[in-house]
């Protein structure tokens, strides 16, 4: 979340492990027609910089859930995009670590029909 809010690519894309998926949200999604989430580096990478890089994203966690090499974080995530427009997005952010101590998995439950504006 800090490489996020920072605008930090490579400090975020160092977290991630090589064969690493990321499911924003999880299913078939404008973000990700395929549903099989953005996977490996060079997937992440360019979700990255489709996604995120364009926006001032901001992070809120309400609880925080950990078991083993996972934790799942509810809360919001407040989007602000280029033109001003503010997108709220409330939902569940799971994170698994692989044996490197690397995310293997990130995977967010949200709907796109429940988006916020304002």
Known sequence: ????????REEWLALFADDAVVQDPIGVSP???TGFGHRGKD???????????????RFAVRESWEAGVEVANVGR?????????VVHTDGVFTYRLDDEGKVAALRAYWSIDRLTFG
């Open 43 to 57: 997937a992440i990478a360019s979700f990255y910089d489709s996604v995120i890089a364009p926006n001032v994203v």
């Open 1 to 8: 979340m800090t490489a996020v809010e920072a605008g930090n």
């Open 31 to 33: 973000l990700d027609p």
């Open 77 to 85: 995530i407040t989007t602000t995009m280029p033109d001003g427009t």
